[in-house]
């Protein structure tokens, strides 16, 4: 089991205060402080925007890592729906991306989930999966015009 680092997630947090850390990380590029929010199992999964599954804390560090490169990743979360029971949490939300390009600064949009276990060590995330983007916001299913399944 891996010792927690200083900057782990706190031991009562709620899955909320984990994934305003997650992002948080993501925003500051700070590896450590997004390493800190996932489980520590071996089968947490990592999907990035049209991105293969990623396996494991090691796949998933150097996946951020090759991400952070370029810097972190200006984020912010809306839409946040929850499903929460005593020891699970699943989050599904909006992610609005500012992307810089020869025209300004556009947003992006991605769906996204976060799954979250209550662990010996508190909330914990097991899974992020992200759709690929979108430069238009995203409709509730009840205005959408085709499913795909």
Known sequence: MATPSPQAAHLLATPDDVEAQFYEALRE???GKLMAVWSDD?????????G?????????RASFEAIFERGGIPVQTD????LRSLDAAVHNLV??????SAEGVQQAYVVATN????T????????????PGSALP????????????
């Not at 293969?52 to 090691?58: I, L, S, Y």
């Not at 839409?79 to 929850?82: D, E, G, L, S, T």
């Not at 799954?115 to 209550?118: P, Q, S, T």
């Not at 409709?139 to 499913?147: E, F, G, I, V």
Request: aromatic share 4%.
């Open 120 to 131: 010996a060590l508190g909330w914990r995330l097991v899974a992020h999966h992200a759709s």
């Open 52 to 60: 293969p599954r990623v396996t494991g804390a090691p796949a998933i």
């Open 95 to 100: 992610e609005a991306v500012a992307i810089a």
């Open 29 to 31: 590029a700070d590896i």
């Open 115 to 118: 799954v979250y276990l209550k």
């Open 42 to 50: 071996d089968d947490i999964v990592c999907v990035h925007p049209g």
């Open 138 to 149: 995203p409709r509730d299913t009840a205005d959408a015009l085709t499913t795909l399944h």
């Open 79 to 82: 839409q946040v729906q929850r």
